[in-house]
């Protein structure tokens, strides 16, 4: 699986969009980007994923570059409830048998009143 | 339907001592996984079985071990505890339907792990 690069920490205002970066520049043609958070004491929660489209769901929006080797997620308005560190994970088509995730460290993102 | 739930939520063992945390998947879900995290290595896969066999293990000693029942419930083990197996152990359950693109994985609130 590609490696991704995030930045550690971002923080958002209340109400505003909140848009987090990820690079994947060694990412391969079968390699989807997905999205999971983590709030603070739970398990880790998936919030989209994609391949080469934009996708949008009722969480977020995930913007991926032409060239695949970076995108971003779009949280249209934050809350404080959407503090919690995000996961940008790469990885190929779920082949039968394979459900690893890998994760990195993630954006620390939070949500200033 | 009912979330990933995990059992005991917290745990406080010693060293040397042996633990066996329970994990039980979303009904209907057949791929149960395992990870530790820790604030130095962060999150990392343990194993993954599915159908009571394990499918995918990842870079952990032998102390660590589990399995899965005919009902899809698993239980992972770990055996001489060390004071850096402190952790939260968590439990992620997939749908795993045959050629679907991604089986997205939902994930339990976690064991949190103090060894002494």
């Known amino acids: 699986d590609a490696k991704t690069t995030q930045p550690p920490s971002m923080d958002c205002a209340e109400g505003r969009a909140a848009n987090l970066p990820c690079n994947h520049s060694?990412?391969?043609?079968?390699?989807?980007v997905y999205w999971y958070r983590q709030i603070h004491s739970q398990g880790p929660q998936y919030i989209i994923h994609?391949?080469?489209n934009n996708e949008t769901n009722e969480m977020a929006s995930l913007i991926i570059t032409e060239d695949r080797k970076s995108s971003t997620l779009i949280l249209p308005h934050a809350t404080l409830r959407d503090t919690a560190v995000y996961y940008c994970?790469?990885?190929?088509?779920?082949?039968?048998?394979?459900?690893?995730?890998?994760f990195g460290t993630g954006t620390r993102l939070t949500i200033i009143p | 339907k009912a979330g990933v739930t995990q059992t005991p939520r917290y745990l406080i063992k010693t060293r040397g001592q042996q633990v066996t945390l329970s994990c039980s998947p979303i009904?209907?879900?057949?791929?149960v996984s395992w990870y530790q995290q820790t604030p130095g290595q962060g999150l990392q896969f343990l194993f993954e079985?599915?159908?009571?066999?394990?499918?995918n293990k990842g870079n952990f000693p032998g102390r660590f071990s589990g399995r899965q029942f005919s009902n899809s419930r698993s239980e992972m083990n770990v055996s001489t505890l060390e004071l850096g197996d402190s952790a939260l152990y968590l439990c992620?359950?997939?749908?795993?339907?045959?050629?679907?693109?991604?089986?997205?994985?939902?994930f339990g609130p976690g064991t949190r792990l103090t060894v002494l």
């Open positions: 992620a359950s997939s749908p795993t339907v045959v050629g679907r693109v991604y089986n997205e994985q939902f």
């Open positions: 060694t990412i391969s043609g079968n390699e989807y």
């Open positions: 994609g391949l080469k």
């Open positions: 994970i790469v990885r190929s088509t779920s082949n039968f048998g394979n459900e690893k995730l890998t």
């Open positions: 009904s209907g879900h057949r791929s």
């Open positions: 079985y599915f159908s009571e066999t394990q499918r």
